[in-house]
C-alpha cells in the first residue's frame, strides 16, 4: 500500500467520533477500493496502539465509571448505557464494561480475584444482577477489537490463513515442518512452517515461511523483527513472511539479505534440483 492512501486512511481514523465497528463501515464505504480485511486490520492496529498510550488516562485509579453507571441506571435511562458511555468517552465498550464488573464486583468482595471477574465477563449469564449482564453482553457483542468474541474471532483468522499457506504448500507437494513439530524438537521461537528443501521466491532463498493475517505498517513490522524474525534468521536462514492483508510499500528493502515479504503466496518460484548437485568422493 502507498503510503499516501495508508496516512489518508489513518487520518480518517482519528477524526472519526465514535465506536470501532461504526469506523469500520465508514472506513468501507469511504475506501471501497481497499480490501475490508486490510482497513479493518489498519483500524485495529491504529486502536490498539491509542489504547497502549491512553489506558492509564482512561482506566486509572480516580476513575470511578461504576458510579456513573449506577447514576444512570436510577435515572431509568434506556438499555445501551455502557456502549453511550464508552463513545462519551473513546474507548472501547469491552474495556469498559470489564471495568465496571470489576468494580461491581469488588463491592460485594473487595479481594475478588481476576480470574473470577474474567469467568463472568467471558459468561455473562453469570452476573446475578441481569441488568449489567446484560449491558456487559452487548459491549462484548459490539466490540470487533476487544473482549472474548473479538479475541476468538483473531485467533479464528489467524488460523485461517495458516490453514490456507500450509494447504498451498501441501498442493505443491512441498516437505515442511509446522510449528508444532519444531517445538516439539525444542526450538522456543519458531516460524509457521519450515521448508524441508529450500526454495527461491524471485532469486531469493527461502528456508522458511510465516504467516501474519494482518496488515503489516512500520510499528508492528519493526516489533516482529526484533520479538521473530531476527530469531527464524539466525537459526534457519533467510525466509518469507506473507502479510496478507497487505503491508506498506515503504517496508520492502531491495538489499535485505534475512527475509522478504509479500501479501500473497509466491508464484515465481524455482525448486531446488537435487540431481544438480555432484556427490563428492573421498579417496
Not at 19 to 31: G, N, P, Q, V
Not at 97 to 105: D, F, I, Q, S, T
Not at 247 to 265: A, G, V
Request: proline share 5%.
Amino acid at each position: 500500500m502507498e503510503l499516501e492512501l495508508y496516512n489518508e486512511i489513518i487520518t480518517s481514523i482519528h477524526k472519526f467520533n465514535g465506536l470501532s465497528k461504526d469506523c469500520a463501515k465508514m472506513l468501507r464505504e469511504k475506501f471501497d477500493n481497499v480490501p475490508i480485511n486490510t482497513l479493518f486490520s489498519i483500524l485495529s492496529l491504529e486502536i490498539q496502539q491509542k489504547m497502549k498510550m491512553n489506558h492509564t488516562k482512561l482506566f486509572g485509579p480516580n476513575k470511578n465509571y461504576y458510579e456513573n453507571y449506577i447514576e444512570s441506571v436510577q435515572k431509568r435511562e434506556p438499555v445501551g448505557i455502557l456502549l453511550r458511555m464508552a463513545k462519551e468517552i473513546d474507548a472501547p465498550p469491552a474495556l469498559l464494561a470489564r471495568n465496571v464488573l470489576e468494580k461491581h464486583c469488588s463491592q460485594d468482595d473487595p479481594n475478588v480475584s481476576r480470574k473470577d471477574v474474567s469467568r463472568l465477563f467471558k459468561d455473562t449469564t453469570l452476573i446475578e444482577d441481569k441488568d449489567l449482564s446484560y449491558e456487559v453482553y452487548l459491549c462484548i457483542l459490539y466490540d470487533d477489537l476487544y473482549g472474548p468474541i473479538a479475541d476468538a474471532m483473531g485467533i479464528s483468522i489467524g488460523q485461517e490463513y495458516e490453514m490456507k499457506l500450509q494447504n498451498y504448500l501441501t498442493e505443491r507437494n512441498f516437505a515442511f515442518r509446522n510449528e508444532e513439530h519444531l517445538r516439539s524438537r525444542g526450538y522456543d521461537k519458531t516460524p509457521d512452517f519450515k521448508l524441508e528443501v529450500p526454495i527461491a521466491v524471485n532469486g531469493f532463498v527461502v528456508n522458511w515461511i510465516e504467516s501474519k493475517a494482518r496488515f503489516g505498517n512500520n510499528e508492528i513490522h519493526q516489533k516482529y523483527i526484533r520479538e521473530q524474525f531476527l530469531s527464524y534468521w539466525n537459526r534457519f536462514g533467510p525466509g518469507l513472511v506473507i502479510y496478507w492483508f497487505g503491508y506498506l510499500n515503504t517496508l520492502d528493502q531491495p538489499n535485505e539479505k534475512k527475509f522478504i515479504i509479500m501479501d500473497h503466496f509466491p508464484e515465481d518460484i524455482t525448486y531446488m534440483d537435487p540431481n544438480s548437485i555432484k556427490q563428492t568422493t573421498t579417496s
